[in-house]
T-cell receptor
Framework: DAMVIQNPRYQVTQFGKPVTLSCSQT?????MYWYQQKSSQAPKLLFH???????NEADTPDNFQSRRPNTSFCFLDIRSPGLGDAAMYLC????????????FGPGTRLTVT | GQNIDQPTEMTATEGAIVQINCTYQ??????LFWYQQHAGEAPTFLSY????GLEEKGRFSSFLSRSKGYSYLLLKELQMKDSASYLC?????????????FGTGTLLAVQP
């Protein structure tokens, strides 16, 4: 089945130690998004790629970076995680010109110790 | 900017009907989505409204009034598995791509 896959599902990292989260999709969608969702809060868009074009949200900290080496894969890099970065990180995809529904992956829960 | 309001929590009884309201303020409205999110899981798509009126899909219906900045999600014949958070999300007009602005969600507890 076509889907959005995130690895790992659970990630523990140490304060200040760089970490990379992975997202892949078999839907062949043009757009890939990264959201941060803290406990009992709404998902917050960090950035998205439309093909190779990177679109950063104005309030996304510089500590968060992203890479999209090809259509299928997108990575979220946290250069120096702080305790406040502990959250669920959701990857989503969509076509740019379809019904605009976003398909979410299962998420990666990040713990910072 | 955008502002989305929905109740924090609701409780309902199995077999009953529940309506979850969402009000929004936006400068560039281009559609409203409802997502269901079980604890610790990713949101799953429930419905999409861009024109005024009611969209029905099985036990779930969603209504939109653009002039009032108002939507609701109606869940009929409630089941225990419907216990989840329901997220209202507004699509911000942005050309070829879309950005979703999510509300904080309504946590629905279905009781026997």
């Amino acid at each position: 089945d076509a889907m959005v896959i995130q690895n790992p599902r659970y990630q523990v990292t140490q304060f200040g130690k760089p970490v990379t989260l992975s997202c892949s999709q078999t839907l062949n969608h043009n757009v890939m998004y990264w959201y941060q969702q803290k406990s009992s809060q709404a998902p917050k868009l960090l950035f998205h790629y439309y093909d190779k074009d990177f679109n950063n949200e104005a309030d996304t900290p510089d500590n968060f970076q992203s890479r999209r080496p090809n259509t299928s894969f997108c990575f979220l890099d946290i250069r120096s995680p702080g305790l406040g970065d502990a959250a669920m990180y959701l990857c989503a995809t969509s076509f740019a010109t379809s019904s605009y529904e976003q398909y979410f992956g299962p998420g990666t829960r990040l713990t910072v110790t | 900017g955008q502002n989305i309001d929905q109740p924090t929590e609701m409780t309902a009884t199995e077999g009953a009907i529940v309506q979850i309201n969402c009000t929004y303020q936006t400068s560039g409205f281009n559609g409203l989505f409802w997502y269901q999110q079980h604890a610790g899981e990713a949101p799953t798509f429930l419905s999409y409204n861009v024109l005024d009126g009611l969209e029905e899909k099985g036990r779930f219906s969603s209504f939109l009034s653009r002039s009032k900045g108002y939507s609701y999600l109606l869940l009929k014949e409630l089941q225990m598995k419907d216990s989840a958070s329901y997220l209202c999300a507004v699509r911000e007009y942005g050309g070829a791509t879309n950005k979703l602005i999510f509300g904080t969600g309504t946590l629905l507890a279905v009781q026997p």
